[in-house]
């Protein structure tokens, strides 16, 4: 069952707000008029509406913090491998490309725009209710080409160097089987990708992103359903851009990694 968070907190907080303004302006003249009649405990109703209405602040709070400056999001596969593993816990910065309306995503105030290289978080375009983590690969008007697993940006290649194989945790394959690590220049934004050689490197396919589009790729990148496969990310779904690791939790792989904890993500 699909739950929307944000909209869920943001009723909280209405309701909430409801209930502290009753406590507040309604309940606390009648609670000391009972006082002045001698009646020092009020009836439980107004105990609970007082009480209920006393989350207002905190959830006010946490709504602000969530909406406008940064959100948590854990990273839910293995698609972002090796930069994101399944099971870090990630800032996300929401005033990064605009400052936005909770629930309805009307942009309120432009700040800044995406850059290539950046780690996107972005509402899924095939399911909105979704959020997806990728790499910024093509920005507005760029002609992508992906050729023998290699990117090519308007005709330019974007270079890798190999740097040898990747020792996944727990995975006890030979290196023949193992994922080849790269880095790879995005216009000079240098990064880590994973390239499987057994895997056949496909048909090459070329795609030229629409205005106010966006085209995202994983790192890891033949084990990640992105924009080769369902195209472009339109402006309005950007949610905002990764930062920081804050917590892993694995269990798979001996739960806490306390040297990932804090990781400025690039």
């Known amino acids: 069952m699909y739950f929307d968070f944000t909209l869920i907190l943001t009723l909280l907080v209405l309701f909430t707000l409801v209930l502290w303004l009753v406590a507040r302006f309604i309940l606390r003249p009648k609670i000391k008029q009972l006082a002045a009649d001698g009646i020092s405990?009020?009836?439980?109703?107004?105990r609970v509406i007082e009480y209920i209405g006393s989350f207002f602040p905190v959830l006010l709070l946490v709504w602000f913090l969530r909406s406008f400056l940064f959100e948590p999001f854990r990273i839910p596969s293995g698609s972002m491998i090796?930069?994101?593993?399944v099971g870090d816990y990630i800032v996300v910065n929401k005033f990064a490309y605009g400052v936005r309306l909770p629930v309805l995503n009307n942009k309120l105030i432009d700040t800044s725009l995406p850059e290539r290289g950046d780690i996107v978080v972005f509402r899924y375009?095939?399911?909105e209710r979704l959020n997806y983590i990728k790499r910024l690969i093509g920005l507005p008007g760029d002609r992508i080409t992906y050729r023998n697993k290699q990117v090519y940006i308007n005709g330019v290649h974007m270079p890798l160097e190999p740097v040898g194989f990747y020792e996944q945790p727990g995975n006890r394959a030979p290196h023949a089987l193992q994922p080849e690590l790269y880095l790879e220049d995005l216009d000079g934004v240098v990064h880590e990708i994973l390239l499987r050689p057994q895997r056949r490197a496909g048909a090459e396919k070329s795609w030229v992103v629409p205005e106010g589009h966006y085209f995202m790729?994983?790192?890891?990148?033949?084990?990640?359903?992105?924009?080769?496969?369902?195209?472009?990310?339109?402006e309005e779904n950007l949610v905002g851009?990764?930062?920081?690791?804050?917590?892993?939790?694995?269990c798979s792989h001996g739960c806490v990694d306390f040297g990932r904890l804090g990781t400025k993500i690039d």
């Not at 405990?41 to 107004?46: G, N, Q, S």
């Not at 090796?82 to 593993?85: D, E, H, K, W």
């Not at 890891?220 to 195209?231: F, K, P």
């Not at 851009?241 to 694995?250: L, P, Q, S, T």
């Open 217 to 234: 790729m994983g790192d890891n990148r033949d084990n990640s359903q992105d924009s080769r496969v369902w195209n472009y990310v339109p």
């Open 41 to 46: 405990e009020p009836p439980r109703t107004m």
């Open 82 to 85: 090796p930069t994101l593993l």
């Open 125 to 127: 375009p095939v399911d």
């Open 241 to 250: 851009r990764a930062e920081r690791i804050w917590w892993h939790w694995d």
